[in-house]
């Protein structure tokens, strides 16, 4: 097939231009297409990374706050491990305890009006094998002594109640008691 152009130069020309400019038309409108999906793309993408480090950042707080506590927790455990070490020293020292406020009170409540006690003394302490317990006074009369000295001896803490008589007196007789006192019977009573 032939083709002849029959059209004078200039149409021929303007026709040229024409589709120049339509092929320079469609480049720039596909040009500025492509720029717009560039734009659109990288848009998405800037949404997606922002979403992203939103989502990091919330995980590294949250992971920050899971350490912070997990240090206080570990303090804490640390505080009650102390506390519980010094609650057990205390019950040790508790366990350890001899109660003679015991011993004081079944004097008190036994001793009759006519004996008088000038000197009550309690010698050795915890960490010695056994405690010595000595009382001094005065008694009105022997019987009476004898009765005080009944009294202690029945007392289940004490051992070996030695009487030490300073007079032949009938009247107004000087005395003193050296007694063991059983420290295991004087805890927690």
């Known amino acids: 097939m032939i083709k002849l152009n029959l059209l004078p130069l200039a149409e021929k020309e303007n026709i040229k231009l024409g589709k120049v400019y339509y092929l320079f038309l469609i480049n720039v409108i596909f040009v500025i297409l492509s720029i717009c999906f560039l734009i659109i793309l990288l848009l998405f993408i800037y949404l997606f990374l922002e979403n992203q480090a939103k989502n990091i950042e919330n995980s590294l707080s949250s992971d ?107 009247m107004d007789i000087p005395f003193s008691f050296n007694v063991i006192i059983l420290k295991n019977q004087l805890k927690n009573e």
């Open 64 to 170: 920050l706050e899971m350490i912070q506590k997990q240090k206080e927790l570990e303090s804490l455990k640390e505080k009650i491990s102390i506390i519980n070490k010094e609650i057990q020293l205390i019950q040790d020292i508790q366990n350890n305890q001899y109660y003679y406020s015991i011993l004081f009170k079944d004097l008190s409540e036994n001793i009759k009006d006519s004996i008088k006690l000038d000197n009550i003394l309690i010698e050795g302490g915890s960490g010695q094998p056994e405690t010595r317990l000595s009382i001094k006074g005065n008694a009105l009369e022997r019987d009476q002594l004898i009765d005080f000295e009944k009294i202690l001896k029945s007392f289940s803490y004490l051992n070996n109640v030695i009487e030490q008589i300073h007079s032949t007196k009938k």
